[in-house]
């Protein structure tokens, strides 16, 4: 069967996403930005590395 983007976005439950959401305020002090700009592009990379270990997980 293969994964789909839709498949990876229904498999995050709350408690996941929260963890996404942690890591990037993290990163976000870490490179000393605060806007929502810097918010969205640190939530992206965090899904992204999620998605690439999900889609990588056999």
Do not use: G
């Not at 293969?2 to 976000?28: G, R, W």
């Not at 810097?38 to 690439?52: D, G, K, N, S, V």
């Amino acid at each position: 069967m293969e994964k789909t983007f839709e498949d990876f976005i229904h498999s995050l439950d709350p408690d996941t996403y929260n963890t996404i959401v942690i890591s990037a305020h993290q990163a976000m002090k870490a490179a000393n930005r605060s806007d929502c700009d810097a918010q969205t592009f640190f939530i992206a990379l965090e899904l992204l590395e999620h998605y690439h270990n999900w889609i990588q997980d056999v």
